[in-house]
């Protein structure tokens, strides 16, 4: 049933300014039309800028763990509705009912993740260098944020922005990825009943090259958190820069697993093709390089080859499916382009290399799940994010040369290897340039209880979700505050 999406400004659903819609389409039947959504003017963009300036003092002066509570009630409210959400999520972008019922739950552990932070927010009491005097930091919210998110984790990234933005006081103007508006809407309605006051959160649809890159300019925004394509992102953060506003960017992907001579191959196997080929290889942490020792290459590759030929396409609501579609015909059209590309290069087609049109796939954006061999590390398919089913392997020396090709792109967000060898991890550990490094594991599955992002061109700025380093601060401050309570006139490093 075809849903109609508003704006969300100052505690109300509201039509945009001008009237205009657009549509959002469900990419495994294009002849399904998921929402009608309003399309944001700059008027729009005004006005929840003003709504989020004007909750400001009161949600800042709201205690935190009240704030909390809010966030709290909200996991509850997505743990009750997370299949409605979860099927949504699949519809509106794709990807298979089990992982959207992922993204659902990374949102709700977001969500009771903050919710605690509401009680921890805590600084530092430091002793001072005089008398009667102390000393103390603390976290305070930035302000108003303006919250960019992409169309492939449509309800986790968005909670993971939200929730600490939230928790820590700031209020937020929310432009979700235009193909994926139907699932920011429902968050934004759970976080509404779960009480959160009008104005606080509010929520712009639009394209980015207008909603989104006007939010970024606007001076009524004190900082932007953005996910999404590295080229859009380092264009975001020289708007931000110019304009004095904090910034935070995770970007883009070349992730790749080694795969050791000594490695447990069925294991990595199994690695490889989740991270392949798991949400059509839309992830930013999807494994788009195999670096294979040469002493199993080829018997990796075969093993690869076969399970990927045995991967089903298909609606992401039917339980055989394995591989849903990628997200629109441009898309499509990009991921092809780069198979042809590769091939271009010089590189081995494996197996796939297609669109599929058939067994159910007529009418959406279905790529074959593609592998190429023979790729070496200065062509293109093994250097540029691909985004799609497309996976290229190739041979290593040994650790030295893997860790070196590995290494070798303008991407750092992950990587992996997989090894039996407990000194090969541990140099791998040590020397892999990524933000996140997985032993025996493939390259997706961070858990929201530690720091994400990326180094080089995957991320620039603070890191996301929780621990140390987390996203708190991106959306907090700290404020230093001195008492003196000598009653005369103390001076710093002069009265010694
Ligand atoms: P994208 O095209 O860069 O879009 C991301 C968001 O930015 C969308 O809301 C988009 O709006 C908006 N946008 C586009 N142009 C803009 C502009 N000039 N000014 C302001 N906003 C603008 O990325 P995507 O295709 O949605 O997502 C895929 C990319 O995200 C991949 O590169 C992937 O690696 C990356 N990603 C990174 C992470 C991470 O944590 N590192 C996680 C997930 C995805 P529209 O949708 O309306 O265009």
């Not at 509705?81 to 709700?108: F, H, N, P, S, Y």
């Not at 998110?149 to 922005?161: D, E, G, H, M, S």
């Not at 942490?285 to 199993?296: K, P």
Request: glycine share 12%; net charge neutral.
């Amino acid at each position: 049933m075809k849903k109609t999406v508003q704006n969300f400004i100052g505690g109300e659903w509201t039509a945009s300014a001008t009237g205009e819609t657009f549509e959002s389409i469900n990419p495994a039947d294009t002849s399904e039309v998921v929402a009608a959504v309003s399309k944001s003017s700059r008027t729009d963009v005004d006005n929840a800028v003003n709504a989020a300036r004007g909750a400001y003092r009161m949600w800042r002066l709201t205690p935190a763990p009240k704030r909390g509570e809010i966030l709290y009630k909200a996991g509850e409210i997505l743990t009750k509705r997370k299949r409605e959400l979860g099927e949504l999520l699949t519809r509106e972008m794709g990807k298979v009912l089990a992982e959207a019922l992922g993204d659902v739950q990374e949102a709700i552990d977001m969500a009771y993740y903050m919710a605690g932070e509401g009680r921890r927010l805590s600084g530092e009491t430091i002793p001072s260098e005089l008398p009667d005097k102390d000393c103390k930091s603390g976290r305070v919210p930035i302000g108003v944020c303006g919250l960019i998110t992409p169309w492939n984790f449509p309800v986790a990234i968005p909670a993971w922005k939200l929730m600490p933005a939230l928790v820590s006081g700031n209020t937020v103007v929310f432009k979700p990825s235009s193909h994926t508006p139907a699932c920011a809407a429902m968050l934004v309605e759970i976080l509404r009943e779960a009480g959160l006051p009008a104005g606080v959160l509010n929520l712009i649809n639009g394209s980015g090259e207008e909603t989104g890159d006007y939010l970024a300019s606007h001076y009524g925004i004190d900082g932007i958190s953005f996910t999404g394509s590295t080229a859009v992102g380092l264009g975001i953060a020289k708007t931000c820069a110019e304009r004095g506003k904090r910034v935070s960017c995770e970007m883009g992907g070349k992730n790749a697993i080694i795969i050791m001579e000594d490695a447990d191959l069925s294991l990595a196997l199994e690695g490889a093709v989740w991270g392949g080929f798991g949400t059509s290889g839309q992830r930013c942490t999807s494994s788009s390089r195999l670096v294979v020792h040469r002493a199993v290459h080829d018997k990796f590759l075969d093993m690869f080859a076969a399970a990927a030929g045995r991967l089903r396409l298909g609606s992401g609501l039917k339980p055989e499916t394995d591989v849903g579609p990628v997200i629109n015909k441009a898309q499509m059209e990009k991921v092809l382009k780069y198979i042809g590309t590769g091939k271009e290069e010089g590189a081995k087609l494996v197996t796939g290399g297609n669109a599929c049109r058939e067994g159910g796939c007529e009418k959406g954006y279905f790529i074959e799940p593609t592998i190429f061999s023979g790729v070496t590390p200065e062509m293109r398919i093994a250097q540029e994010e691909i985004f799609g089913p497309v996976v290229s392997v190739l041979r290593a020396e040994d650790l030295d040369d893997a860790i070196g090709i590995v290494n070798g792109t303008a991407y750092g967000l992950v990587s992996s290897i997989y090894t039996r060898d407990v000194n090969k991890s541990a140099v791998a550990e040590r020397e892999l340039d990524t933000g996140i490094v997985y032993i025996n594991s493939s390259t997706i599955g961070a858990e929201i209880q530690l720091p994400f992002g990326g180094t080089k061109r995957s991320g620039f700025g603070h890191e996301e979700a929780g621990g140390r380093g987390g996203s708190l601060d991106m959306f907090t401050k700290w404020k230093v505050v001195y008492r003196d309570f000598s009653g005369r006139l103390q001076k710093a490093q002069i009265d010694r």
